[in-house]
């Protein structure tokens, strides 16, 4: 049996979570699913933004389907980014995010790009604070955390069967934190002598997926520069609406589309489920079930083919309506 912890979150996430979750039923394996609370809604009602048994649920599970939780921009007492919580209590220490072209005129072709993204320090390590009149963030670069996101990066290059990866850094300025990044990742290419490793300041790396993304395979970087490289990247292949992700650690992962709550569109049935579904075709791919996520991707691609799109892609259907035909497509 295996075992899927669902949290659905604030806005779309309860509209594509669902979603996600209906294909994976379809698939004929034998899942049981467990649903778990999350976000900024349920803080409102509990006071805790996640509360422990959603930790206990997702630790029993080993695998998650996380929506998207509305996070504040402002601090609110006790409140807590779920996603950052989550990746904080089990050290989720690897994003993958996966920039594939898709079938549509909306996407560039010849796209197999791979985003690793450092997940649990860099400037995300939570350490800033108010001096006076001056806000100041530390961020923090480990030569573990470094040395373990590079393996990460040359192994998914391997598996892939792919011949280069970059390493995005900005040590022309940042030379004691970047240049512990780089010189990690510098080490860990010699175990991998058949995969080119390549380097890019981080500034030039975001003109470089604009002008010729196609030149690129795996590309590893620190947390922020990941985060935001990745929007980037979405826009290639169709924007966040189609973009999943994996946060990996060594017991548990959580998979969750790079979309946000999309207050603007929520409750409305609009919303573009391929991220999230995407994101459980890498939930299958993290559990062994390789075969099973490449009929997923491919019942996206035929229904991309078939126009059944959402109002972000062009089209005027329903998140239920993709849902439907990704399932007929399986
Ligand atoms: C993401 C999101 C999160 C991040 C936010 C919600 C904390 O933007 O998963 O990319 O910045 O990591
Ligand atoms: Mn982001």
């Not at 206990?56 to 998650?64: F, M, S």
């Not at 300041?201 to 030149?215: G, S, Y």
């Not at 791919?285 to 035929?302: K, L, M």
Request: proline fraction near 4%; include cysteine; charged fraction near 20%.
């Amino acid at each position: 049996m295996i075992k899927v912890c669902l949290i659905p979150g604030d806005g779309v996430g309860n509209e594509v979570i669902p979603a996600a979750a209906e294909v994976l039923a379809a698939l004929g394996l034998r899942i049981e699913f467990t649903e778990a609370h999350a976000g900024f809604e349920y803080f409102k009602q509990s006071g805790d933004a996640i509360p422990d048994a959603t930790l206990a649920a997702v630790e029993d599970c080993g695998v998650a389907l996380f929506g998207a939780t509305s996070s504040p921009s402002t601090k609110v007492q006790g409140y807590r980014s779920p996603i950052l919580a989550l990746r904080k209590a089990f050290d989720l220490y690897a994003n993958l995010r996966p920039v594939q072209s898709l079938p549509g005129k909306f996407s560039r072709p010849n796209l197999d790009l791979l985003i690793v993204r450092e997940n649990t320090e860099g400037l995300y390590a939570g350490r800033e604070r108010l001096d006076g009149d001056t806000a100041i963030a530390e961020r923090v670069i480990t030569r573990q955390g470094s040395t373990r996101i590079a393996k990460m990066a040359f192994e998914q290059a391997r598996k892939r069967n792919q011949h280069s990866v970059t390493v995005v850094h900005k040590a022309n300025v940042l030379k004691v934190t970047d240049g512990l990044f780089r010189e990690c990742a510098l080490e860990v290419a010699k175990d991998y002598p058949e995969i080119t490793m390549k380097e890019m300041l981080v500034d030039a790396m975001a003109m470089r997926l604009v002008r010729d993304p196609e030149n690129f395979d795996v590309l590893v970087t620190t947390n922020l520069f990941g985060d935001i490289l990745s929007d980037e990247a979405s826009a290639l292949i169709g924007g966040l609406g189609v973009a999943p992700s994996a946060n990996i650690g060594e017991k548990v992962a959580v998979f969750e589309p790079v979309h946000g709550s999309a207050p603007d569109i929520a409750g409305q049935g609009v919303a573009n489920p391929i991220g999230a579904i995407l994101s459980a075709a890498l939930l299958l791919d993290h559990i062994g079930q390789g075969a099973q996520a490449d009929r997923v991707r491919q019942a996206v691609n035929e229904t991309v083919k078939q126009s059944v799109l959402t109002k972000d892609l062009g089209g005027t259907a329903t998140t239920r309506d993709v849902t439907r035909c990704i399932v007929s497509n399986l």
